[in-house]
């Protein structure tokens, strides 16, 4: 059924770069919206960024905006989350969601650490 899993995490300096993937299967991907999560140790989960099924529209949180970009390649049911400037903040778990048929669906998420 729904699945979605994320992948590309992993450990990174300081105003580098790295690039999540969330592979989706199950469902329309092309139908639905696609949002990425994340959630820092001690910390609530939050938004991170989020997609429309058109792609033409994003909105991100204010922590990222500038540094991160959402997109989504249709035909590979996937979508993305390019990370530039991280910072040590940026440390988490980032999830990959999207809510489909009524309910919520989660990836088990790929860890960012973000560390000199």
């Known amino acids: 059924q729904v699945q979605l899993v994320e992948s590309g995490g992993g450990l990174v300096q300081p105003g580098g770069s790295l690039r999540l993937s969330c592979a989706a299967s199950?469902?329309?991907?092309?139908?639905?919206?696609m949002r990425w999560y994340r959630q820092a140790p001690g910390m609530e989960r939050e938004l991170v960024a989020v997609?429309?099924?058109?792609?033409?529209?994003?909105n991100y949180a204010d922590a990222v905006k500038g540094r991160f970009t959402i997109s989504r390649d249709d035909a590979k049911n996937t979508v993305y989350l390019q990370m530039n400037s991280l910072k040590p903040e940026d440390t988490a778990v980032y999830y990959c969601?999207?809510?489909?048929?009524?309910?919520?669906?989660w990836g088990k998420g790929t860890l960012v650490t973000v560390s000199s």
């Open positions: 997609i429309t099924m058109a792609g033409g529209v994003t």
């Open positions: 969601n999207s809510q489909v048929r009524d309910k919520n669906y």
């Open positions: 199950g469902f329309m991907f092309s139908w639905y919206d």
